[in-house]
């Protein structure tokens, strides 16, 4: 379970462009699973990257397409480039869907008003297990704040971390707000204006 | 000396210069960002004589809409937006007018040697497998970033996501392409041993 959050993080901060720091290079300096894992995504990296540039193109294609800019090219005259049309591809769906969105939108509003009423004397279905199936969810999560591990780290004397756990807050902060981006706002406003200690006991 | 400062500024250079009209001007603008549009298409187009065709049509069309480009940004994700929607059209044009002459004509293409060649290569490349593994997205993602060299920002503005986006298609292409039976058949790993997808499957870590 670690290591997954800890593949994921990384993963994340080298599609960022973002160094590893010393934190997690020392965690894969000592797990396997991590080390084999980084291998197995660097030996794909460079395999696609060689493979994508091995690919044989046809004998003179630069040619052509210069000949082919030259005669189609110069029939452009200067200062008349602009199609009438533009790039993007107009969709005439476009109203249909943002009215379906907006149907979606009220709908899981309606949805979440009836599941969160008080006094609901029979709730329908799998309602209430919905509902502590989630407080129970996000009791599991501890409630992180950007000064936590740096409290922590300095209880614990080490502050060259401070920085790179700084980073790697804000890195988990944006990885769970992707995750919980499906989620209606106003569950995640439950969720969130929840001390994670009343949540634990939830039932 | 090649700086990015240097580079920005022959960009815009050039660029004001096709503006004007100088074919010369975007040739040596577009020419470096070619051969890996042109590889591009050859996965997207069903042969090369189409891939061919949708270059010469990227080309004129960038040309055609110079003064849209901002030279700040990088040009190949220009260049690649124009391709792809390219790319799009013409599938779903095909699609809608699919006949047997088209079926035809291309049995008779498939008889030119040097896309036999073509053919036979991309079927032994890994491409081809990410190309039917994975989703239209994630295959532009994964190639803009590998055969490109792209950054995500770069991407995300190449194929109009956003960056969140893009990070996730790349994940879920990497993950595609580590689990599956068939990639761990065609790479190894550099110990020459081990299939790439082991290594995506739960392990308990030694690790705290």
Redesign the interface.
């Known amino acids: 379970m ?3 959050v800890i593949l ?1 993080i990384i ?2 901060r080298m ?3 973002k160094p590893l720091g010393k934190l997690l290079q020392r ?1 894969v300096a ?5 080390q ?2 980084m ?3 660097q ?3 460079d ?3 060689r ?9 003179g ?2 040619d ?3 000949a ?3 005669e ?3 029939s ?4 008349q ?3 009438t049309r533009d ?3 107009p969709s005439k769906a476009w109203p249909v869907g943002r009215a379906a969105l907006a149907a979606a939108c009220l709908l899981t509003v309606v949805a979440t008003a009836v599941i969160l009423k008080p006094g609901h004397s029979k709730p329908i279905g799998l309602q209430p297990n919905i509902a502590g199936n989630i407080n129970k969810a996000a009791g599991m999560i501890p409630s992180i704040s950007p000064d936590t591990p740096v409290q922590f780290a300095q209880e614990l004397a080490i502050a060259p971390y401070r920085q790179e756990l700084q980073s790697l807050t804000r890195d988990v902060r ?1 990885m769970v707000e ?1 995750v919980l981006e499906p989620i209606p706002p106003e569950l995640r406003l439950a969720i969130r204006s929840t001390p994670a200690s009343n949540r634990s006991h939830n039932p | 000396m090649n700086t990015p400062t240097a580079q920005l500024r022959e960009t815009q250079d050039l660029s004001r210069r096709a503006r004007e009209g100088s074919c010369d001007a975007f040739m040596k603008l577009a020419s470096p960002h070619a051969q890996g549009l042109m590889r591009y298409l050859m996965h997207k187009a069903p042969s090369l004589h189409d891939a061919e065709d949708l270059l010469q049509e990227t080309m004129l069309r960038a040309f055609a809409n110079i003064h849209r480009y901002h030279p700040d940004k990088p040009f190949a994700a220009w260049l690649f937006t124009i391709a792809t929607r390219l790319a799009i059209s013409q599938y779903r044009a095909r699609k809608t007018s699919a006949d047997i002459d088209c079926l035809t004509l291309h049995d008779v293409k498939a008889h030119d040697p040097h896309e036999q060649l073509q053919k036979k290569e991309q079927r032994d490349s890994l491409w081809d497998a990410a190309k039917h593994l994975l989703s239209p997205d994630q295959f532009d993602v994964l190639w803009l970033k590998y055969a490109q060299d792209m950054s995500v920002g770069e991407i995300a503005s190449a194929v109009g996501k956003t960056q969140i986006h893009v990070k996730v298609l790349l994940h879920r292409a990497r993950k595609k392409m580590l689990s599956a039976e068939q990639a761990g058949a065609k790479i190894q790993a550099s110990d020459g041993n081990k299939p790439l997808s082991e290594f995506s499957r739960g392990e308990t870590c030694g690790v705290k």
């Not at chain 1, 493979?51 to 004998?59: K, T």
């Not at chain 1, 452009?76 to 200062?79: K, L, Q």
């Open positions: 670690w290591c997954q994921q993963e994340w599609d960022s462009g965690h000592h797990c396997p699973r991590c084999q894992h291998q197995a995504r030996t794909l990296a395999t696609l990257s493979q994508a540039h091995e690919q044989p193109l046809p004998p294609l630069a052509r397409l210069r082919t800019l030259a189609h090219g110069s452009i005259p200067a200062g480039h602009a199609p790039l993007r591809l944006t992707t």
